[in-house]
Nanobody, 126 residues
């Protein structure tokens, strides 16, 4: 059974920072077969939104327009962990953030991801 477990969410004031972590585990999980590790978010009443993705080597990163320049994604394959550093947070960043793993496909499509975490709540107060 594969598990992706997010941590690091919480409540922060606008302009502040948070760092999310996502640790992957499970006998059938091999992070080296995951072409992309990504983060998505979903606010109440909204569709799941692409936030960021990183390739297997970590050499390429991709970001949604609303977070570009403020968020940074990285991965540590030796630890089977992916991170999302979030700076200059805004109230509109408030959402449940999901970590996901993909073997390939279009990195910004949720359907490209086969494993998902349970989500971490991030709340940004104004």
């Amino acid at each position: 059974q594969v598990q992706l477990v997010e941590s690091g969410g919480g409540l922060v004031q606008a302009g502040g920072s948070l760092r999310l972590s996502c640790a992957a585990s499970g006998r059938s999980f091999n992070i080296y077969t995951m072409a992309y590790m990504g983060w998505f978010r979903q606010a109440p009443g909204n569709e799941r939104e692409f936030v960021a993705a990183v390739t297997l080597s970590g050499g390429s990163t991709y970001y949604g327009d609303s977070v570009k320049g403020r968020f940074t994604i990285s991965r540590d394959n030796a630890k089977s962990t992916v991170y999302l550093q979030m700076n200059s947070l805004k109230p509109e960043d408030t959402a449940v953030y999901y970590c996901a793993a993909s073997r390939g496909g279009t990195y910004y499509f949720p359907a490209s991801y086969i494993y998902w975490g349970q989500g971490a709540q991030v709340t940004v107060s104004s």
